[in-house]
């Protein structure tokens, strides 16, 4: 890539802190797991169950106050994530519910998702879910072959994930969506396209498909770095993302986002707020939010979040305002994330810039390079780029 270009800022005068938002996303943190992946590097334990009920009530507490202080407002997307939601008893999801939809009521035709892991899911669970009102499931199915599900130390087989889907079905989920993971250890195409075959055969509305990476402390990282552990190198990687756009393109899978896929209408709207910049409170250790030009984190540790909690201390740990250029950058930067890239009007409304003004320096090279393409709706990156986002979306940074 070319030398960064310095962005025209100085010549433009960007608008005051953004008006209060319209509506929200909330994402629900449930930091526990039967057992730790040895790739995970989510802030997640293994657990015996004992932190559950002072978690459940901490995050109850940490709702109704952020209530209190922000809200009412509607929730547009509610995200029970993790971790395991479904780890916890259904009565603990229901109270978790509950003092979300006291404190922001979500919108009428709001999505709801849960994440459940295929290995603790029964149509007991299913009908829970329901029941309380979750009208989206995401699952983490990762593969369908044995070998490689154990290799990523899942804690489901390939059939406890074809009969939780087939359960999930029958409760009346009709929106579900899968998780796979590729380029794993010692995974040919083929192998990967024997999966992919199966997951649509299976006809979810969503496919979340992410390339493995090594973060750093994890097992993996560590095996890695001890020289037991291959991973495919990048050529066999963007291999592996021609192969699935091949194989989800031709089959009614549309790509939205690097590594969502969707059938007409079944994007994710909870994800769609993030990669938009759209506002959302994040509850539970370690969760993020973002309101404005101010995003903030809670701190990790989950006992100690407990504990601050039911003293009534606080719990953020990083609490920023964002200076108007790096709201324009993480505009940019998430918006490349998206097949739609970075729509012309919606940075022209956000920040009374023209986006080529604001960038033309930046865009130029990357559409010479075939990284960035340009009309008159937007940018957005090429496959090629889309599959090195990392590296070209800095290329933005002021
Ligand atoms: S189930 Fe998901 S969140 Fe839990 S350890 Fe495994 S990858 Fe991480």
Redesign the pocket.
């Known amino acids: 890539m070319s030398s960064r270009p310095a962005p025209a800022w100085s010549a433009h005068v960007l608008p005051p802190d953004p008006a209060p938002p319209a509506d929200l996303g909330i994402y629900v943190h449930v930091p526990f ?1 039967i ?3 040895p ?2 590097a ?1 802030n ?1 334990i293994a657990s015996d169950g004992t932190l559950h009920e002072g978690y459940v009530r901490a995050v109850c507490r940490e709702i109704r106050e952020a209530g209190a202080r922000l809200g009412p407002l509607p929730a547009a997307t509610v995200f029970l994530g ?3 939601p479904t780890f916890l008893a259904a009565a603990q999801l229901e109270r978790i519910l509950d003092a979300v939809r006291a404190a922001f009521p979500p919108a009428p035709g709001a999505e709801i998702t849960c994440e459940a ?1 295929p290995g603790t899911a029964d149509a007991e669970l299913f009908g829970d879910l329901r029941r309380l009102g979750i009208n989206r499931l995401s699952m ?1 199915v990762q593969s369908f072959d044995p070998a490689e599900l154990a290799r990523l130390g ?2 489901h087989s390939a059939d406890e994930a074809r009969a939780a889907y087939r359960l999930a079905r029958a409760a009346g989920f009709d929106n579900v969506n899968l998780d796979f993971i590729f380029a794993l250890p010692g995974q040919t195409l083929d192998g990967w396209r024997r999966t992919l075959d199966e997951a649509v055969r299976l006809a979810p509305d969503h496919l979340s498909s992410y390339c493995l990476t090594l973060e750093e402390g994890t097992p993996y990282w560590k095996e890695a770095r001890a020289g037991r552990l291959a991973l495919p190198d990048p050529e066999v990687q963007a291999d592996f993302v021609a192969a699935t756009h091949a194989e989800l393109g031709a089959r009614g899978y549309a790509p939205y986002e690097i590594s969502n896929f969707a059938r007409p209408g079944r994007a994710c709207r909870h994800n769609l707020r993030y990669w938009s910049l759209d506002p959302y409170l994040g509850f539970g250790p370690g969760a993020h939010s973002f309101w404005g030009d101010r995003r903030w984190s809670d701190l990790g540790s989950i006992p100690e979040y407990i504990e601050r909690l039911d003293a009534g201390r606080p719990v953020r740990a990083l609490d920023e305002t964002l200076r108007p250029e790096q709201r324009v950058f993480e505009a940019i930067y998430v918006g490349l994330r998206k097949c739609t890239g970075v729509e012309r009007a919606d940075f022209r409304r956000r920040f009374g810039l023209e986006l080529d003004l604001a960038y033309g320096p930046t865009i130029a090279p990357l559409l010479a390079q075939g990284l960035l393409e340009s009309d008159p709706q937007g940018i957005r990156l090429t496959p090629r780029g889309l599959h090195i986002a990392d590296a070209v979306t800095p290329e933005f940074c002021a």
């Open positions: 797991c057992s730790k992946c790739y995970c989510f997640t993790g971790g395991t892991n983490g899942r804690a």
